[in-house]
């Protein structure tokens, strides 16, 4: 009789319709080698290693990632923390569009942090990026809303940037802010806002700058 081969890719096949047959069979791990992934190396030349070192090796990672998150976040808090002291220093309007537009992104490592208007006048007066109502209110939303994605290069607004704004994070301001919607930004040249790392920390140093703005509007 002549033996059919299985293939790879019926194995994957089964396992897929079967996701229970390692808990219906846990003596076939101790017989399977797994693969540890290794940088510059091709899969056939990765290390080999039994199921238990497959995991642990796993585990590794993930605490990696953990710790390198809270590393990240930790870094970012004590800089915001020191830039909400600083915009709280700020004595007139002109002074926190320019601590926003200069010195935020040099502090957060960003290509941009700026306010999106649709008054013209307003945004040459404070060198703010001026767009028209249209184009904001497809990215509005609602009221602190906080976006953090890949650019869409659709609604160009970071065409004037010197450099090119790979990923950003959008906050609504409030509308009542200037009698208008208004939006702010944080562009950056890499992956910066494609994970959320600190999301919550830039939606509530967001919320700071719109409380500061606020202040300088009704004033």
């Known amino acids: 009789m ?20 390692f808990i219906l069979n846990p003596a ?5 080698n797994f693969p540890v992934k290794q940088k510059n190396l091709k899969a056939i030349d990765s290390k080999v290693i039994s199921f238990k070192d497959w995991i642990i090796e796993n585990l590794k990672n993930i605490q990696k990632n953990i710790i390198d998150n809270a590393r990240h976040n930790f870094l970012t808090q004590k800089k915001i923390h020191n830039s909400v002291i600083e915009i709280l220093e700020v004595k ?16 957060f490592n960003l290509e941009i942090v700026n306010l999106v208007t649709s008054n013209k006048s307003f945004s040459e007066k404070y060198s703010l990026i001026f767009k028209d109502e249209i184009t904001i209110e497809k990215i509005y939303g609602k009221k602190n809303q906080l976006i953090m994605d890949a650019v869409d290069k659709e609604l160009k607004i970071f065409d004037k940037s010197e450099n090119k704004i790979y990923s950003n994070a959008i906050f609504s301001l409030c509308s ?15 992956k910066h806002f494609l994970n959320n790392k600190a999301f919550d920390l830039i939606f509530f140093f967001s919320k700071v700058i719109q409380e500061r703005l606020n202040h300088f509007s009704n004033g």
């Open 2 to 21: 002549i033996k059919k081969k299985i293939n790879n890719q019926q194995v994957i096949d089964f396992l897929k319709k079967n996701p229970n047959f």
């Open 28 to 32: 076939a791990l101790s017989e399977l």
């Open 92 to 107: 007139t309007l002109d002074d926190l569009f320019l601590f926003i537009r200069d010195q935020l992104p040099k502090t």
């Open 176 to 190: 009542k802010l200037f009698s208008q919607s208004s939006l702010l930004v944080y562009g950056s040249r890499d």
